[in-house]
T-cell receptor
Framework: DGGITQSPKYLFRKEGQNVTLSCEQN?????MYWYRQDPGQGLRLIYY???????QKGDIAEGYSVSREKKESFPLTVTSAQKNPTAFYLC????????????FGQGTRLTVV | GQQLNQSPQSMFIQEGEDVSMNCTSSSIFNTWLWYKQDPGEGPVLLIA?????ELTSNGRLTAQFGITRKDSFLNISASIPSDVGIYFCAGQLGGAQKLVFGQGTRLTINP
């Protein structure tokens, strides 16, 4: 079945360590997005990519990095520079570069201790 | 970043009641989307709206794209227990390649 797969579902890391969250889609979507969700809040955009080998910063990009080497994959690295990394991270994709509808993965809950 | 004001923040209703929630902004949007999120899961798209004044239904859900393009509402009729969750509106600003999300409406249903 087509869809967006995020892994792992739960991730624990020690403070000061970098960690990479995986996002893969087999929907042949051009655009992919990473959002952060904190308890009781809406979604905030971290990075997005409309085409392979290109990406743009969202509203809260500091302390994060991404790559888009393949159309299907858009991994997010949470670096040690991110001051408050514990959150629920959501990956999404949309069919074309002109955003219409975004479809989300199941999310990764990152806990930094 | 751009803000969407979603209200109410939470609702506590009895099973069978109708529900109404809305999102407003000072900016004009080209697209409005409504999502539902269950605990620990990603949001699921419920309804997408593309034209001012558009009224679209999906089963017991009905959403409208406001005439001014600055607001949208979602109605749920005859609520059932599985409607429990957090509902988010999202809008695409003209020319922008990203969505702006509301803060969410948490729906709780008493059986």
């Amino acid at each position: 079945d087509g869809g967006i797969t995020q892994s792992p579902k739960y991730l624990f890391r020690k403070e000061g360590q970098n960690v990479t969250l995986s996002c893969e889609q087999n929907l042949n979507h051009d655009a992919m997005y990473w959002y952060r969700q904190d308890p009781g809040q809406g979604l905030r955009l971290i990075y997005y990519s409309q085409i392979v080998n290109d990406f743009q910063k969202g509203d809260i990009a500091e302390g994060y990095s991404v790559s888009r080497e393949k159309k299907e994959s858009f991994p997010l690295t949470v670096t040690s520079a991110q001051k408050n990394p514990t959150a629920f991270y959501l990956c999404a994709s949309s069919p074309d570069r002109v955003l219409t509808e975004a479809f989300f993965g199941q999310g990764t809950r990152l806990t930094v201790v | 970043g751009q803000q969407l004001n979603q209200s109410p923040q939470s609702m506590f209703i009895q099973e069978g009641e109708d529900v109404s929630m809305n999102c407003t902004s000072s900016s004009i949007f080209n697209t409005w989307l409504w999502y539902k999120q269950d605990p620990g899961e990603g949001p699921v798209l419920l309804i997408a709206l593309y034209k001012a004044g558009e009224l679209t239904s999906n089963g017991r859900l009905t959403a409208q794209f406001g005439i001014t393009r600055k607001d949208s509402f979602l109605n749920i009729s005859a609520s059932i227990p599985s409607d429990v969750g957090i509902y988010f509106c999202a809008g695409q600003l003209g020319g922008a390649q990203k969505l702006v999300f509301g803060q969410g409406t948490r729906l709780t249903i008493n059986p």
